[in-house]
């Protein structure tokens, strides 16, 4: 009996050191198979497997925000990067994601930015967003972060472009490659689109000779606006000056949205798991690599990873790491009470 005892005890810590060795095994879906996002999960993926965080190498594709937070919540994957106000729109179901509830998929920190370019000729003619008031503005197809993004920004601007409003322009909806194209054609007055800084596309039709284009700045009142709409509606922005950045260092300053891309993990994912994925995002050597191997990476810092954004939505092994690396202060913040009920043990 008591050798019997001994087996069975020497066999239970053996599971258990084996699972706490193995951890959760992390299985990401990205976007685009060539897109920000499954490039951004390719680097991480392969920082992770270097040290010790067990990864399916695979990442599967999403061809829209919804059907990512969408396939978190299945449990199917438990890993993803999306613009964190993803989770403020599921959690109260505006913007994008009305019919999409969130209960298990938590924000474990900001990677890096992009911002709300809008893009009008270079003619003189449009000067300022109430140039716009009764213009042809091209807006992102589909109901993605873009498309809310830019009427968000309009409504700060007083423009609003809802179906039944007194809009005395008009509303083409189309990606953002055809918006500029229709710009050249004179067939629209201005593009606003979510994009990184530096896009090449945007690049390309900015110094185009035969029709070069400008971004177009977010006056201060328009960005206080936005400011005060965003704190109402948990919508959150941080507008910021844009100079010398990526390709456009030859333009002035121009004043633009920023929204923040995040790291987004399933609760299911327990918070050692979580520590040792920021572990090694954060570690010196590791911080230096990503951001050698991708420009997206350039701001990564940990002060960089909680500003901006909603930290209720913290995952909670995120939330310890970022306290004990002291950019969260101790007791400063409380997750939402949903994601503490699915969190995982650990």
């Not at 050191?17 to 198979?33: D, F, R, S, Y």
């Amino acid at each position: 009996m008591k050798k019997n005892s001994l087996a069975v005890l020497a066999l239970c810590l053996a599971v258990m050191m084996l699972a706490v060795g193995c951890g959760t095994k992390i299985k990401g879906l990205g976007g685009n198979p060539m897109g920000m996002y499954t490039d951004v999960l390719t680097d991480l993926f392969e920082l992770w497997d270097d040290n010790g965080v067990s990864t399916d190498k695979a990442i599967g594709d999403s061809d829209k925000p919804v059907k990512t937070l969408e396939e978190m919540q299945k449990g199917g994957y438990n890993v993803g990067v999306l613009p964190s106000n993803y989770l403020t729109w599921a959690r109260t179901r505006k913007g994008g994601m009305t019919g999409t509830a969130n209960t298990a998929t938590a924000n474990a920190g900001a990677l890096y930015s992009v911002y709300l370019h809008i893009i009008v000729r270079d003619d003189g003619q449009i000067n300022s967003l109430e140039d716009l008031r009764d213009k042809r503005l091209v807006l992102n197809v589909g109901e993605t972060g873009g498309f809310f993004h830019a009427k968000n920004v309009l409504k700060a601007a007083g423009i609003n472009v809802d179906s039944g409003s007194s809009f005395r322009g008009k509303i083409q909806r189309s990606s953002y490659l055809d918006g500029m194209i229709r710009l050249g054609d004179n067939e629209a007055d201005a593009v606003l689109t979510v994009a990184d800084i530096g896009d090449q596309a945007i690049e390309q039709y900015l110094y185009d000779e035969e029709c070069p284009l400008k971004l177009l700045p977010i006056d201060s009142a328009t960005q206080a606006e936005i400011q005060r709409l965003s704190d109402a509606a948990d919508i959150f922005y941080t507008p910021l000056t844009v100079q010398n950045v990526g390709g456009y260092e030859d333009r002035a300053p121009v004043d633009m949205v920023v929204i923040k891309v995040a790291l987004l993990v399933n609760t299911s994912v327990t918070n050692d798991t979580v520590r040792k994925m920021l572990e090694a995002i954060f570690d010196e050597e590791n911080l230096a690599a990503l951001k050698a191997g991708n420009p997206l990476f350039a701001d990564l810092s940990l002060q960089y990873a909680v500003t901006g954004m909603d930290l209720r939505d913290l995952h909670p092994g995120a939330l310890q790491f970022y306290v004990e690396k002291g950019v969260i202060p101790e007791g400063s913040v409380e997750i939402y009470s949903y994601l503490q009920a699915t969190a995982a043990p650990g």
